[in-house]
């Protein structure tokens, strides 16, 4: 199916590998079907854009946590698991949505600002059953290794 998206322009989406986030992102609740695209001409692309098939005008970068050094283990509920669909922990992804905040794109070149990372909200993804949350509020520990 063929789907115009407002900054991907016109992309093939394969309804098979759409994502399914039941409940939305929050303050994007009405968008519930997702599409994952990334860069073709990369083997092993670290960046992807999850474009909404409800809103061709809702489009997020996002990062495996991996690409920015970071591992994580989250306790999911028993609400989450059911929404997810989720029997098998190997069958979940993280990803980070990536972002540049407006007043600092504002300040320079739009490229050249520097990009964030949303680290206490993840998305977790089950890959078999293509459904994904927004997993929220999430505290943080940190470890630092030395690597020398």
């Known amino acids: 199916m063929l789907f115009r998206s407002s900054l991907l322009g016109e992309v093939e989406v394969n309804e098979a590998t759409t994502l399914l986030f039941p409940h939305g992102i ?3 609740e009405n968008c519930t079907r997702f599409q994952l695209f990334h860069d ?3 083997a092993e692309p670290s960046v992807f854009w999850m474009q909404s098939l409800d809103n061709p005008d809702v489009l997020f970068s996002v990062v495996p946590p991996t690409e920015l050094g970071l591992r ?3 306790e999911l509920s028993e ?3 059911t929404a ?3 029997s098998r922990p190997e069958d979940a992804a993280i990803l980070l949505m990536v972002y540049k905040p407006q007043e600092q794109a504002d300040e320079a070149h739009p490229v050249l600002a520097p990009l964030w990372a949303n680290v206490r909200n993840p998305l977790v993804i089950n890959l078999a059953a293509r459904r994904g949350l927004q997993k929220g509020g999430l505290g943080c520990d940190i470890l630092f290794h030395n690597h020398g």
């Open 26 to 28: 929050p303050a994007f």
């Open 40 to 42: 073709q001409d990369k």
């Open 72 to 74: 994580y283990e989250i």
């Open 79 to 81: 609400d989450d698991a």
């Open 84 to 86: 997810l669909e989720l």
